[in-house]
């Protein structure tokens, strides 16, 4: 009889020699039973249909769990999407068709090409296929009889699943593979498919999973290009449909705020590929880069940090030290002056056909390598390292926007959000064991203010504990993860735990943005560090004459600017704030008498002295044989701030007509009430 320890900390003994997980939901209550999908038994996921004959502890996942939204993802896509394409596409041949955020896919090989058109009427028959009353039947089968199985219904690709899965010892009881029969209302076998589950047990709780089949792509057998080409069928699917509706918002409008669109048609930047992952700023965007290093300077100015700059190409001496060649030099960029010489010597290779990646890996070792900096912390220590360091000297904050090299995948690259080559706000602050927790809480209140200057209230904070690939000891790792989780609680900020997603030399801190559609942007980091400064000597003297290593924190507000700047443009759709904004205002003369006024009008603007990297209103006339409308509506596709129209009144009287570039009409304005109003949205956000 098995004692169930339920999530309240109760526990139930059951008659018999099993009970399942339905059987346990029933006897807790009718709508539990109803909304129960699947269930967690000592931690691990399986059928509510299973037996459990064992004592344990188990949670009952319904559709507002993870596991629980997940199990009816996974059942849509391998009994319910797969069966209707099969329907309506026999002879097609299927693949895999795992779970994803939001949703699910499946990649087939269908006998005629599957297109957009089609995704309709699939839908269409899996609505028909929900309404039937199935079930979903587990069942443990011998390899050699699932292998045979699919070999006679001509399933090519689950045969070489069900191979690998007896190779990689993936077999229940060591000896079984699990297959899901979906059975009709006599008992009659409808589909079966290869899994490992869960699965529910019964159509009717499929039916209250909001879905749709969204899109379709390309995709080859095991992500290998020297692979068959299939089809991948992507599937949304949400607990109700208001979720759905609102994910399906959501994405409509990032498809409408991708930056790689708005930020080319505002003359922003461009990508092309003999450069992959780096950024072509034209004027327009590099004037939004400069106004936001320009405004981040006097933040650090005033935070008290000293800023400094360091080479681009080191040896990988200095790395090795660091420890970041074992660990990161897949991800550089490796360069050297021996790149003419013979990486192997042919003499001690000329009896072999071939030469071991071994052997290569040795000599590169012993070649004279750089790296194009792909981090700035090593270097940043190069400079604390020269001359002797005092306590007196310390917390010594040094920032550097400095540019990094990272050799990305060319199919991970994402515009400018992920490139090779980025610039970061990046700062390392020397200090004392005693300094981290006031260091930490200054640093996350220089944060909240850059964050709020920018027009994001809304993060939260990760703590990310050791990977399982890091440098140094425990003692060190718990000192680094418990200053990290104090200086959290002394800032007043609440967090969560990343358990393993920590860098190799220290646990950290991820603040994440949420922008105005709901998405979550990973931006700014805190790392504590007791490795680094041992591996590579910084050290300070204390009050007591003793030399002891430094603490590191590396920290970031916005991480990446190219990638920040990405998320500004997605967030604002590209209405940059005034004091960001490339061109702040259009001065449009309605008649060529009046082209000299808007240059006078323009030529007071840029002379206000009220932005700091222009020294005034960064402003253009237009002065084209265009009607006055169209000029409008012109400066308004370019999300101009401001659109001042000069007339033959204007000009007389010493206004201006302000247009919004959202088509509100302001009326004739002074000059000055013009300069005003912009100064309040120029120098008070930057010098707040």
């Not at 629980?68 to 209707?84: P, S």
């Not at 070649?367 to 306590?391: A, E, T």
């Not at 709901?518 to 980091?525: E, I, K, L, M």
Request: hydrophobic fraction near 40%; include cysteine; proline fraction near 5%.
């Amino acid at each position: 009889m098995p004692k169930i320890t339920l999530p309240d900390g109760s526990v139930r003994e059951f008659a018999g020699e099993s009970v399942t997980g339905m059987e346990i939901a029933a006897s807790i209550g009718a709508g539990l039973a109803k909304a129960a999908v699947a269930i967690e038994v000592d931690g691990k996921a399986q059928d509510l249909s299973m037996p459990i004959s064992h004592d344990a502890s188990i949670k009952i996942a319904t559709a507002k769990d993870a596991l629980g939204l997940d199990t009816l993802r996974h059942t849509m896509t391998a009994q319910v999407l797969t069966r209707a394409v099969f329907d309506l596409f026999p002879n097609t041949q299927l693949a895999i068709g795992p779970t994803v955020d939001n949703g699910f896919y499946h990649d087939v090989l269908a006998p005629k090409a599957i297109s957009a058109d089609d995704l309709p009427k699939i839908e269409a028959r899996m609505r028909e296929i929900l309404a039937e009353p199935n079930t979903v039947v587990r069942e443990h089968w011998e390899p050699a009889k699932v292998e045979a199985y699919f070999e006679s219904v001509g399933q090519p690709f689950k045969v070489e699943l069900v191979r690998d899965a007896v190779a990689r010892g993936e077999l229940v009881e060591g000896k079984y593979l699990s297959v899901y029969i979906q059975r009709g209302a006599d008992g009659s076998q409808k589909y079966l498919d290869l899994c490992r589950g869960p699965h529910v047990p019964t159509f009717e709780k499929l039916r209250g999973l909001a879905f749709t089949i969204s899109s379709l792509a390309g995709a080859y057998w095991r992500g290998d290009s020297a692979n068959q080409q299939l089809t991948r069928l992507y599937g949304l699917g949400f607990a109700n449909a208001k979720e759905l509706e609102a994910y399906q918002h959501m994405r409509a409008e990032a498809e409408k705020r991708d930056h790689r669109k708005i930020g080319p048609a505002l003359g922003l930047f461009h990508l092309q590929e003999e450069a992959p992952g780096q950024v072509f700023w034209h004027p327009a965007g590099w004037t939004i880069y400069t106004e936001l290093t320009d405004y981040l300077r006097r933040k650090l100015d005033a935070a008290g940090y000293v800023e400094v700059n360091t080479p681009q190409r080191v040896n990988k001496v200095l790395y090795q030290k660091s420890g970041h060649w074992d660990n990161y030099r897949d991800n550089a960029f490796i360069v050297s002056d021996d790149l003419a010489r013979p990486v192997v010597n042919p003499e001690e290779h000329a009896d072999k056909q071939h030469v071991t990646l071994g052997a290569l890996s040795k000599q590169m070792d012993m070649l004279d390598l750089h790296m194009l900096k792909p981090m700035n912390c090593p270097c940043h220590v190069q400079i604390f390292n020269q001359g002797v360091r005092s306590y007196r000297d310390l917390p010594l904050r040094m920032a550097e926007f400095g540019r990094c090299m990272r050799n990305e995948a060319k199919g991970a690259l994402h515009g400018i959000m992920r490139v090779t080559s980025f610039t970061q706000d990046d700062a390392h602050i020397f200090c004392t064991t005693e300094q981290i927790q006031p260091e930490s809480k200054l640093f996350c209140d220089l944060l909240k203010s850059v964050y709020a200057d920018l027009g994001f209230s809304d993060y939260f904070v990760k703590l990310s504990t050791r990977p399982d690939k890091r440098i140094g000891d425990d003692a060190l790792w718990d000192k680094a993860e418990n200053a990290l989780a104090d200086a959290c609680r002394n800032a007043g900020l609440e967090f969560q735990l990343n358990p393993g997603e920590g860098a190799f030399y220290g646990p950290k801190l991820e603040f994440v943005l949420r922008d105005c559609i709901g998405r979550d942007w990973q931006c700014g980091t805190l790392q504590v560090d007791f490795n680094m400064p041992v591996r590579l000597a910084a050290h300070y003297t204390t009050a007591e004459g003793t030399r002891e290593p430094c603490v590191m924190l590396h920290r970031a507000i916005l991480g990446s600017l190219e990638r920040f700047i990405g998320i500004l443009i997605e967030n604002s759709e590209g209405k940059f704030p005034t004091w960001l904004a490339p061109v702040q205002a259009l001065v449009i003369p309605i008649a060529d008498g009046q082209v000299a006024y808007a240059n006078e009008v323009a030529a007071q603007l840029r002379g206000s002295g009220i932005a700091t990297a222009t020294g005034g209103v960064r402003v253009e006339v237009d002065a084209s044989n265009e009607r006055m409308q169209k000029k409008i509506l012109f400066g308004q596709q370019r999300k101009i701030p401001y659109m001042l129209v000069v007339g033959k009144k204007e000009a007389e009287e010493g206004t201006v007509a302000v247009r919004l570039r959202d088509g509100t009409d302001l009326g004739a304005k002074p000059l000055s009430w013009l300069l005003e109003r912009v100064r309040g949205e120029v120098i008070g956000r930057k010098d707040s």
